[in-house]
């Protein structure tokens, strides 16, 4: 009995003994082992050179016929191109040799080149060959610049050997040239000191081709009759080098100084004290809220009233307040014009918008209101203004 309990007591003390410490991991021991890690990194400049171009829009032709004192909206558009170039190509990046083994390495001269070619220099900041210890990482960095931003694959390769061992190792990192890290001049900011700047240019994304277009306006008038010329420039600086540049625009303008032209019912509707576009004065000779003949109505009013179901009292009714706004502007008349004057003068200063008229009169009342919107039109008499 004595004797079984000595050898059960020896098994339990050989069965601690054989297993290792709790927390402890027993140690593998491993020969030869070396791995790289890289890391390619691309730069590049992006530099935009600017264009613009400037032209009339309204009016199309670019030329303009005014009655004095007239305005008119000149409309304009300025378009901008910017059109980059790329340059400074680099790569850089680093190289991590690891002696992942349990002895230490000799490691000869790293190669690092390219997939279209070049070799790239390694700084590493030893002499090879270089005995790297087991566990320990040698890092390495490179700086080079490229001829071009074509798409590559950067490959490090070492050599080494430990004792009987040897082997090599190595790593890849592709790169692309997409995203520049320095841009030069990719916004432009523009004036127009004659103008008003509808769309504000400024923070341009700077990504391949810029291409944009914006919106100038102004009022032009003049109020002596003869022949004038508006020059229109814009000007852009770049954001980085200041750079500047301009693109310009002429309107020619004639103001007849001998009969004139005229403006359409439109014209007038528009143009009054009560707007909306810019006041003409010639409005005052006559008077916006003076009484028309018989309606009961302003000549302002009338001119404001449709004439619903084809009524001919203001069919002739705008076309006369029309032709004689036009008149008082100083354009010249014909007989025709002033016969259908004569005509309606004598026509408002019998009837009402709400009398009932003839199929006869109501119609010579829409003809003569044909000739006068031929005039106001300038289709007959001096020509029309720009409108």
């Known amino acids: 009995m004595?004797?079984?309990?000595?050898?059960?007591?020896?098994?339990?003390?050989?069965?601690?003994?054989s297993q290792a410490p709790q927390g402890v991991k027993p140690q593998v021991a491993v020969g030869a082992s070396v791995t790289v890690e890289k890391t390619a990194v691309p730069e590049f400049k992006r530099t935009y050179r600017w264009t613009m171009e400037k032209k009339v829009t309204d009016p199309a032709g670019g030329t303009l016929t005014l009655a004095s004192g007239q305005s008119?909206?000149?409309?304009?558009?300025?378009?901008?191109?910017?059109?980059?170039?790329?340059?400074?190509?680099?790569v850089k990046?680093?190289?991590?040799?690891?002696?992942?083994?349990?002895?230490?390495?000799?490691?000869?001269?790293?190669?690092?080149?390219?997939?279209t070619g070049e070799s790239l220099t390694l700084n590493c900041g030893v002499t090879f060959p270089y005995t790297l210890p087991a566990g320990q990482t040698l890092s390495c960095t490179y700086s080079q610049s490229l001829p071009n931003g074509q798409s590559r694959t950067n490959t490090a390769t070492v050599s080494w050997n430990s004792g009987g061992e040897s082997g090599t190792a190595?790593?890849?990192?592709?790169?692309?040239?997409?995203?520049?890290?320095?841009?030069?001049?990719?916004?432009?900011?523009?004036?127009?000191?004659s103008a008003t700047l509808a769309s504000a240019i400024s923070g341009i994304t700077p990504e391949g081709v810029i291409s944009q277009t914006y919106f100038f306006e102004r009022w032009v008038k003049f109020d002596q009759c003869g022949e004038y010329q508006v020059d229109n420039t814009a000007t852009f600086t770049?954001?980085?080098?200041?750079?500047?540049?301009?693109?310009?625009?002429?309107?020619?303008?004639?103001?007849?100084?001998?009969?004139?032209?005229?403006?359409?019912?439109?014209?007038?509707?528009?143009?009054?004290?009560?707007?909306?576009?810019p006041y003409d004065s010639i409005w005052a000779k006559l008077g916006e809220d003076t009484s028309f003949y018989l309606s009961g109505q302003s000549y302002y009013q009338v001119l404001w009233t449709s004439p619903s179901g084809g009524n001919a009292y203001y069919i002739l009714a705008h076309q006369y307040?029309?032709?004689?706004?036009?008149?008082?502007?100083?354009?010249?008349?014909?007989?025709?014009?002033?016969?259908?004057?004569?005509?309606?003068?004598?026509?408002?200063?019998?009837?009402?918008?709400?009398?009932?008229?003839?199929?006869?009169?109501?119609?010579?009342?829409?003809?003569?209101?044909?000739t006068l919107d031929s005039y106001n039109n300038g289709l007959i008499g001096p020509g029309p203004c720009s409108e």
């Open 321 to 370: 307040i029309a032709a004689k706004l036009n008149l008082l502007k100083g354009a010249a008349t014909t007989p025709a014009v002033d016969a259908a004057m004569a005509w309606a003068e004598g026509f408002f200063g019998t009837y009402k918008p709400s009398d009932s008229l003839s199929k006869t009169l109501a119609n010579q009342a829409k003809s003569y209101a044909a």
């Open 170 to 193: 190595s790593a890849q990192a592709s790169f692309a040239f997409t995203a520049p890290t320095e841009v030069v001049d990719g916004s432009v900011t523009v004036q127009d000191p």
């Open 72 to 90: 008119y909206l000149v409309k304009y558009a300025v378009s901008l191109v910017g059109t980059p170039t790329d340059s400074d190509f680099k």
């Open 238 to 277: 770049t954001s980085t080098t200041q750079t500047q540049g301009s693109a310009s625009a002429t309107v020619k303008v004639s103001v007849p100084c001998a009969g004139g032209c005229t403006l359409t019912q439109g014209y007038w509707k528009t143009h009054s004290r009560y707007g909306p576009a």
């Open 93 to 115: 990046g680093t190289v991590a040799i690891k002696n992942t083994g349990a002895v230490d390495v000799v490691l000869q001269t790293p190669s690092d080149t390219l997939s």
């Open 2 to 17: 004595r004797y079984w309990h000595a050898v059960l007591l020896a098994a339990g003390l050989l069965g601690a003994c």
